[in-house]
């Protein structure tokens, strides 16, 4: 079946480090791929998405790029903030058995300051 | 504007108990979902509403869990008799038209069965 596979966390950074959380996923067909972030205390919110191969989604200073041919969809940012601390969760649309949406186990970012 | 909001945040129920969860999504939404998070995973998908028809309730994992939304707004997720593994956290989300659009989360509702 369809499912969604990121890094283990928790992640630990020191502010202005660079970010990669990994993400792979298994589908059948074109799923469109998603990071949600959920803050201390809030509901996860979208933070960005790719629908098709090669599109590469980008928000506040985040990004992925869907790559079909490694079925990944990896997030990265450049320099990240203590603001940034949260837990990332990768998502698909899967659309075989009827439609819903997956997601991956969540990866904790703590960033010290 | 207001986001979606669920009522209780918290509740600690006895083992055997009915609990009702509720969700207010956000005005004009036409999908609403339910998910079940448990510690230290992802949500999964238990239920999808159109208005106030139930489209999709191949998530729910026992005939105990019941969810409704009889004025296409307001959803309640019912659970009778609750059983320890029933502990997680109960996201409500809300989009606007259909249920490939994007998802509007509420804070949820922590779910401890003791």
């Known amino acids: 079946g369809n499912s969604v596979t990121q890094m283990e966390g928790p992640v630990t950074l020191s502010e202005e480090a660079f970010l990669t959380i990994n993400c792979t996923y298994t589908a059948t067909g074109y799923p469109s791929l998603f990071w949600y972030v959920q803050y201390p205390g809030e509901g996860l919110q979208l933070l960005l998405k790719a629908t098709k191969a090669d599109d590469k989604g980008s928000n506040k200073g985040f990004e992925a790029t869907y790559r079909k041919e490694t079925t990944s969809f990896h997030l990265e940012k450049g320099s990240v903030q203590v603001s940034d601390s949260a837990v990332y969760f990768c998502a698909l649309n899967s659309y075989t058995g009827g439609f819903k949406t997956i997601f991956g186990a969540g990866t904790r970012l703590f960033v010290k300051a | 504007g207001a986001g979606v909001s669920q009522s209780p945040r918290y509740k600690v129920a006895k083992r055997g108990q009915d609990v009702a969860l509720r969700c207010d999504p956000i005005s004009g939404h036409v999908s609403l979902f339910w998910y079940q998070q448990a510690l230290g995973q992802g949500p999964e998908f238990l239920t999808y509403?159109?208005?106030?028809?139930?489209?999709?309730k191949s998530g729910l994992p026992s005939d105990r869990f019941f969810a409704e939304r009889p004025e296409g707004s307001v959803s309640t997720l019912k659970i009778q008799r609750t059983q320890q593994e029933d502990s997680a956290v109960y996201l409500c989300?809300?989009?606007?038209?259909?249920?490939?659009?994007?998802?509007?989360f509420g804070p949820g509702t922590r779910l401890t069965v003791l």
């Open positions: 989300a809300s989009s606007l038209e259909g249920r490939t659009d994007t998802q509007y």
């Open positions: 509403f159109q208005n106030e028809a139930q489209l999709d």
